[in-house]
């Protein structure tokens, strides 16, 4: 069994904490930092994989082309943003316990055809004579409220544990999201329950209606993270931000 670890880059000056939009990239890596922490994973060990973590996350704040991007283009930036450092590269982790998913998550409104979300396999070439290292990722096209691109990453992530054996989110997408460890998220197929899994925590928020559960839970991100935020660290020029899940900034 392998822990899944999340290796996010946010494209787009969108994301930027002081641009003032209705949530930044923070509060979307902190709500995928306790979904990949926390039980949802706990199904996916039938799968091989189990809890992680988010690694060092980077945040580009250049707008995409307006025109749209292609596989092409993830690419170039998903090579570019880890051999500059910005993001670890694959063999900073223990490959044999640990699975990297590197994630591009595109600021709102950025369209790639008429997709929301898709899954590609990124090769990195080391450069150094190494055979290049090929494992999946997904882009993500962000959604108006953080409860929606954490809802769209986490699809994307359980087919990722799955990759080949059928599709698990697909199987539960007539299914409500649930709640699990506080987050909005879709179930994905159990072979072991031979159901939809995981079963929601008991929250009184579930029996609202899905619009005030995505009210509900970007206040609650917002409360958590406008402290946090507050004495965040300012972009360095244009080069990005970049932080490890565990700073204590």
Known sequence: MKQLILVPVYWGQWWVPSSGNVYSWAAVSAAMGAVVRGRYMDGLNQYGFGRG???KTYVYPVDPPAGGIDEADLQRMLQTAVTAGHLAKPDEFDLQVQQPFY?????????????ESYQFTF??????GREPWAGQACWIRGDMTAAGTVRRWVTEMAEACTRGRGEISGRCQHRPPVFVDRVNVPQYWSVLDNACWPPSDVHPVERRSQHAVDQETQRQLDAQFERQLHDARHLEGRRGLHRREDDTA
């Open 53 to 55: 973590a988010v690694s």
């Open 103 to 115: 994630s591009v998550i595109l600021q709102p409104g950025i369209q790639r055809e008429a997709d």
């Open 123 to 128: 090769s990195y070439d080391y450069d150094d």
